[in-house]
């Protein structure tokens, strides 16, 4: 995301995909790859990444995101590039007015914030712009 003549611009979306059949060190290794890739073709000023949360219920979804955020953090390091980290109740209320929003709130709130023709999908897209607008908000740009 940038800052364009008429607003904030999205760049580009998508979603880095690891094999769930694929043992740990190589899911790890094709989000940091991915990662890096992202970093070199875009090179940003800032990673914004959603603070852990998990339910007590399901430890291991934890562990497991807290390895991917680990690489994710590794590879911004490694580039120089800062980072913020948000919860996600924090991005809610930025976007949706609501630290309980739901998937469907924060995509309609992300395509109207950004004026796009449709909600981005999948939500984990809409999360990460999210993110995105949340950070540049925080960092001091104005997102109009």
Do not use: N, W
């Not at 996600?88 to 992300?110: F, L, M, N, W, Y």
Request: charged share 20%.
């Amino acid at each position: 995301m940038q800052r364009g003549p008429r607003g904030l611009e999205v760049l580009g979306t998508g979603v880095i995909g690891a094999d769930p059949r694929l043992p740990l060190d190589a899911r790890l290794a094709r989000i940091y790859e991915g990662t890096i890739e992202i970093l070199d073709a875009f090179a940003p000023a800032m990673v914004v990444l959603e603070d852990l949360y998990a339910e007590y219920k399901f430890p291991r979804t934890a562990i497991l995101m807290a390895h991917a955020r680990g690489v994710i953090c590794l590879a911004a390091r490694q580039r120089g590039i800062a980072l913020m980290t948000l919860a996600p109740a924090t991005v809610k209320r930025a976007i949706a007015a609501s630290g309980a929003a739901s998937k469907e709130q924060i995509q309609i709130s992300v395509q109207r914030l950004l004026k796009l023709t449709r909600p981005p999908c999948p939500s984990h897209v809409a999360d990460a712009l999210a993110l995105a607008l949340t950070g540049f908000s925080r960092a001091g740009a104005p997102l109009g």
